[in-house]
């Protein structure tokens, strides 16, 4: 089951004609061909390869175009071209000297020949002649990279033990290398052919989590998939399914790149075998349907591929299952068979279906569920934004009513008291000193009263709502909130060479006084900056600073006034944003940005 034992000797190939080509100089055409057939696209690697003239190239790279062909018709699964191919460029690398290249071709018909059922002693001597040049080899790369494939050919009941060895000599002939990759693939090598070669699952669960290790320093995802596929493997070699299930889960919750969803499909077939032998039938049904929607992933080719041994493997045990039933009644047997399976592929036919049906009503109910919640929340919103207008307007309409109660009664009432005061004072002829002094300071407490109350009537708007506009109204509201040697407020206008909209102007300057309250009330500060900046027509920018104490923004919660989160929502009503920056301690910056 391991999923490198139909895989291992066709992906050593590919390794060993990406690493036998990496630093060679060969035609630019063909380097980029090359980069072609590793990103797996053997079909526009062959259509590049047929417009190449190879009667044109040098001897060096005719080699390496017919290398690569042959390459290329082993991913096509056409296997005797691919040999045909590999004698001829052996041929052609012998004569330029390159030996380790033509050892390389070795061990690639040795896998062909074995593959296509023919020439045992002719690829075994393939196999021999590589071994006896790796052995002598000089450079300890080459000689690792070499033994690991001729190694990896081996892994077979008849030559097992050989395998064993020579993976055993290139662990420490590779100790003073820090190749974790290469190493992480030699203990999956060993662990496979402890695990399916010689069905020993405890020695190759040794092996897998030395590999697990070094699959963890390389982060691979692939490769740790793979690692927790084959220990699930050995799990149900020992009858631990439920071990296996939980590997075999953990393995699907890896994310993988598109070129290997074949994986994917392995452990849901498998995760289906295992849950099935389990009797967990729903479970069983849910990971065969997610193989299916993984195999339909899978291109044509790659697909084909992936069933033929599935089909293979399972059909040998449908043919002793078989056999068994016709050795008790071969016609009565074979018609019980037939509609057992029959019935069984209708039951899981109806049983996919009302799963998908359930799965789809499900679906649906939560996209209203999620569709109601949304309508409710935008619901909820704009009743918060039209209160927050609400308030706003009914302070705005309050503050009007008190500046024109105190402008035209208690304000009239004042000037009328004044005038009678001082009518009071030129009818009296004679009045000695005190008397003087007290006329006048009364008469001074009733001008500063009466200017009191007319600076409060004309504070309704403070400049906004008539000709004098945003800016005045700040600067006066400024310099009235600032205290001597206690507080002091500093407008920094930028831009703002014209008027904005009256009612965008009254809403800007109510946010700046509520924030400007606040911090005289909170923050104990000592200096205050506003800035106010426009810096296209189109948007406007307002920043409050001070050096007070600062606060936690998440504590912060509705009180009297406009408040912050009453200034927020009515900011984002306005299509802005309203940000607090503030910390204990470190003073606080509200940074207001409105589109126009």
């Known amino acids: ?95 330029i000297d390159s030996l380790e290249k033509a050892m390389d071709i070795n061990l690639n018909m040795s896998f062909l020949l074995i593959s296509l059922k023919k020439g045992t002693p002719e690829s075994s001597a393939y196999i021999a002649e590589a071994l006896r040049y790796y052995n002598s080899c000089s450079d300890l790369k080459t000689k690792i990279k070499g033994l690991i494939g001729v190694a990896s050919q081996k892994i077979n009941a008849n030559e097992a033990k050989e395998s064993i060895a020579i993976f055993r000599q290139v662990l420490l002939l590779s100790k003073p290398l820090k190749n974790e990759e290469q190493k992480s693939s030699i203990y999956n090598n060993l662990a496979v052919l402890y695990n399916e070669i010689l069905v020993k699952p405890d020695s190759a669960l040794y092996y897998l989590k030395k590999d697990y290790s070094y699959c963890k320093k390389i982060n691979s995802n692939y490769a740790i998939c793979v690692n927790l596929v084959n220990q699930a493997s050995s799990y149900s070699k020992k009858n631990d399914l439920e071990k296996a299930i939980q590997l075999l889960n953990q393995a699907d919750g890896i994310e993988l790149s598109q070129d290997r969803l074949d994986t994917k499909f392995y452990i849901n077939y498998y995760k289906y075998i295992y849950y099935k032998k389990s009797n967990d039938s729903r479970n069983a049904i849910i990971s065969l349907e997610k193989s299916n929607l993984y195999r339909d992933s899978l291109d044509l080719h790659q697909q084909n591929l992936v069933v033929k041994e599935l089909q293979t493997k399972y059909k040998t045990q449908e043919k002793e299952l078989e056999n068994l039933q016709l050795k008790t009644d071969a016609k009565t047997n074979r018609a019980i068979f037939y509609a057992t399976v029959f019935l069984f592929l209708i039951l899981i036919i109806i049983s996919i279906l009302g799963y998908k049906n359930i799965i789809k009503k499900k679906r649906i109910a939560e996209q209203d569920r999620r569709i109601k919640i949304q309508e409710l929340e935008n619901t909820l919103k704009n009743q918060e934004l039209n209160d927050i207008d609400l308030i706003l307007e009914s302070q705005e309409k309050e503050r009007q009513n008190i500046a024109n109660e105190l402008h035209d009664n208690l304000g009239s009432m004042l000037a009328t008291l004044k005038l009678n005061f001082q009518n009071l004072k030129r009818q009296k002829e004679a009045v000695n000193l005190n008397e003087t002094k007290l006329y006048e300071k009364t008469d001074a407490l009733l001008e500063e009263a009466y200017q009191k109350v007319r600076n409060i009537a004309h504070l309704k708007n403070l400049g906004v709502i008539g000709s004098e506009g945003l800016l005045v109204a700040v600067y006066k509201m400024a310099e009235q909130m600032s205290v001597l040697e206690k507080l002091k407020i500093n407008v920094i206008p930028f831009g703002l060479t014209e008027r904005l909209d009256n009612t965008i102007e009254v809403t800007l300057f109510r946010m700046i006084q509520e924030l400007c309250t606040n911090i005289i009330k909170h923050s104990q500060a000592t200096e205050v900056n506003i800035y106010l900046t426009q810096g296209s027509p189109t948007d406007i920018n307002i920043i409050i600073e001070d050096n007070g104490i600062g606060f936690d923004p998440k504590t912060i919660e509705r009180k009297s006034g406009i408040g912050l989160k009453n200034i927020e929502k009515k900011v984002e009503q306005m299509g802005g944003t309203f940000t607090i920056d503030s910390n204990n301690n470190t003073g606080t910056s509200i940074i207001i940005d409105l589109p126009l």
């Open 1 to 95: 089951m391991c999923i490198r034992i139909k895989q291992i000797q066709l992906a050593l190939l590919i390794w060993f004609f990406q690493m036998g080509v990496a630093y060679c100089q060969y035609d630019s055409r063909l380097i980029l061909l090359q980069k072609k057939y590793d990103k797996r696209e053997f079909t526009q690697t062959k259509q590049g390869l047929k417009n190449i003239s190879f009667s044109n190239l040098k001897v060096a790279d005719q080699a390496y175009f017919l290398y690569l062909n042959a390459n290329v018709l082993l991913a096509l699964e056409k296997k005797d071209s691919a040999y045909q191919e590999f004698v001829r460029s052996k041929k052609i690398f012998l004569q």
